[in-house]
């Protein structure tokens, strides 16, 4: 299973981006997949998840300006990013699980991880 993220970029405070995140290689959909981010120095945290039943959550720091989706047929998930902020510059992650995971926030419950894309608001 590969993830492969796109979108990522550099972006004026107030602007917006769209990150892409495509799943290939695997059998059955993913039951959950979610993007996570982490800024130098912190943690890393989940951002948005999209469940396999079209169910999304958000983080609080993102609710409102941040939208997440995600098309059944080819596997790839969305976040669009609204009204950015200097505090949401980070690396972003893609991450999938093969089973829905049950706490907010816990990479550990996530199988496969993509590589990463930049976001930076100045």
């Known amino acids: 299973v590969q993830l492969v993220e796109s979108g990522g970029g550099s972006v004026q405070a107030g602007g917006s981006l769209t990150l892409s995140c495509t799943a290939s290689g695997y059998t059955y959909s993913p039951n959950c997949m979610a993007w996570f981010r982490q800024a130098p120095g912190k943690e890393r945290e989940e951002v948005a998840r999209k469940d396999r039943d079209g169910s999304s959550t958000y983080a609080y720091s993102v609710q409102r300006r941040f939208f997440v989706s995600r098309t059944g047929r080819d596997n790839t998930l969305y976040l669009q990013m609204n009204s950015l902020k200097s505090e949401d510059t980070a690396m972003y992650y893609c991450?999938?699980?093969?089973?829905?995971?049950?706490?907010?926030?816990?990479?550990?419950?996530?199988?496969?991880w993509g590589q990463g894309t930049q976001v930076t608001v100045s």
């Open positions: 991450a999938a699980a093969s089973f829905p995971p049950l706490r907010w926030s816990v990479g550990g419950q996530y199988n496969y």
